[in-house]
């Protein structure tokens, strides 16, 4: 995150501007997918793909009328954050199962899951789960 800051705070390298001009909303979750730590992006879309994607394939809600997984709806529904998201997939909500400690052990990540999935829930819905 503080090498993305960076980046951001120097415009005088042409070959940075691209970076400058992304999102306020991307920059957000670059840093935030940065403040998960050593949060693995590949495997959090696997885990994702495997758990939550029948629900939430491609960000959208196919199921029970919940809420998709864009950075709008993230951040209307308090959950634009890591912490915030981890919280959410680790405790559940309404028809929204639990994946934390609470979870069967099938059903159950551990926290570098919880992290992963996160993280790559944020990276997507920063690029517009494209």
């Known amino acids: 995150a503080y090498f993305v800051a960076c980046l951001l705070a ?3 390298h042409s070959r940075l501007l691209p970076v400058a001009r992304a999102s306020a909303s991307a920059v957000a979750a670059i840093g935030l997918v940065g403040a998960a730590g050593a949060a693995d ?13 029948a ?5 959208a809600t196919t199921s029970f009328g919940g809420n998709n997984l864009s950075l709008k709806a993230l ?10 998201l981890v919280s959410l997939v680790s405790n559940g909500k309404g028809l929204m199962p639990a994946f934390g400690a609470s979870a069967p052990p099938f059903a159950r990540f551990d926290a570098a899951q919880l992290d992963n999935v996160a993280a790559y829930v944020l990276a997507q819905a920063a690029a517009g789960w494209k």
């Open 10 to 12: 120097s415009t005088s």
């Open 41 to 53: 992006l590949a495997a959090g879309e696997l885990l994702f793909t495997q758990k939550c994607a």
């Open 55 to 59: 629900c939430h394939a491609g960000g």
């Open 75 to 84: 951040e209307r529904n308090g959950y634009a954050t890591q912490a915030e």
